[in-house]
């Protein structure tokens, strides 16, 4: 266990927005966290657990104190002759965690390659790309509870998952300190290559035999052609969530905007890029002062060196209000706001 004493989260969140927190600890065992919970007590307006601060935005110094996850380490626990079940640390890193299951044939992850974050971030806010859902290879987690210290074990069902969402992005925000997630993953791997850009890139290549490493291989070219590096440019990938509207409301769009771009969920619901709306808006490659809106992305925003989270939140609402104005359609920020 480490504690740090007002620390700087400039190099905590992959925004780069220098700020303080008044303490830190750092966890490496489920051990360490309940003996540490036995001798104090957790402030529950003031604790905030922190992964790979990938998808947070600091406005302010946090004068709590802040957990973080050193548990480590990716364990075969159970082996079928359909599946293989991984338990894994909730400090590990996910793209090492994609890499594990790329370089060993175990199907279901490859889809999510280079999302940044920790293994225990992924099911708080069911990350998700290319088509695939953390949900979908979700089996079991395990934390502790951080105001009565005792072990909890949650189930895919009790998680209540949704679009970007979970039980532990909501009721539960910071009072669960996950250790460690089951995975359950594909020995016999089902490609999932639906998604437009994917598949553009699929019929650039010579091959008919498409696995599972090839399929990580353009996923990582196409985020790092398409996505800033937080080391170069600070950002938190999507910055806002692609809206579902219904029938009615597509149909009305689809009237008036031609080259509507689209995901048909179902009959009666439709997905819009986020990215495609703000480009439409007129926001994609602006910038205001040290702060702005990527030139390759639109649905990302980015921090250019100086910028502070209010100038991010500033921008983010005039382009919600934009996207009101034009489309009759309220943007809901994927980035946790502190």
């Known amino acids: ?44 307006n003031k604790t905030l657990i922190l992964g790979g601060g990938s998808n947070i935005l600091f406005t302010n110094n946090y004068d709590g104190t ?15 002759e359909d599946y293989v079940y991984l338990e894994v640390g909730s400090g590990v890193v996910w793209d090492e965690l994609v890499n594990f ?15 940044p974050g920790t ?12 088509g695939v859902e953390f949900e979908e290879v979700f089996e079991s987690l395990e934390g502790v ?34 250790t460690k997630v089951i995975l359950k993953l594909n020995l016999n791997p089902i490609l999932k ?3 437009r850009a994917l ?13 599972i490493k090839l399929i990580s291989k353009i996923i990582r070219d196409i985020r790092e052609s398409k996505l800033p590096n937080p080391k170069n440019i600070g950002n938190a990938g999507s910055f806002f969530k692609n809206p579902v509207i219904n029938k009615k409301d597509f149909t009305k769009l689809k009237l008036k905007y031609t080259d509507l771009v689209f995901f048909e969920i179902d009959k009666n619901t439709y997905k819009i890029p986020a990215g495609w709306l703000i480009e439409k808006s007129g926001f994609k490659g602006k910038r205001f002062g040290d702060v702005g ?11 250019y060196g100086n910028g502070s989270g209010t100038e991010l939140i500033k921008l983010a609402k005039q382009i919600q209000s934009k996207i009101k104005r034009d489309f009759n359609i309220l943007l809901e920020t994927e980035v946790n706001i502190i």
């Open 1 to 44: 266990m480490i504690i740090e004493e007002n620390i700087s989260l400039k190099n905590l969140n992959t925004f780069g927005i220098d700020c303080v927190a008044k303490r830190m600890i750092t966890f490496s065992s489920e051990a360490e966290i309940q003996n540490y919970l036995l001798e104090n007590n957790i402030e529950e």
């Open 66 to 80: 802040i957990l973080k996850s050193a548990i480590i380490g990716i364990k075969e626990i159970k082996k079928d």
């Open 101 to 115: 299951a790329v370089n060993n044939n175990y199907g279901g992850i490859e889809n999510l390659s280079l999302i």
């Open 119 to 130: 293994v225990g971030a992924a099911p708080i806010q069911n990350i998700g790309a290319y």
């Open 145 to 178: 509870d951080l105001l009565n210290n005792t072990k909890l074990k949650f189930k895919k069902p009790e998680c209540e998952f949704g679009y970007r969402d979970s039980i532990f992005k909501r009721e539960i925000r910071n009072k669960l300190f996950i």
């Open 193 to 195: 290559t639906n998604y």
């Open 199 to 211: 598949q553009e890139e699929l019929k650039k290549i010579k091959t008919k035999k498409i696995e």
């Open 293 to 303: 809106v990527h030139n390759k992305q639109a649905l990302v925003l980015v921090n």
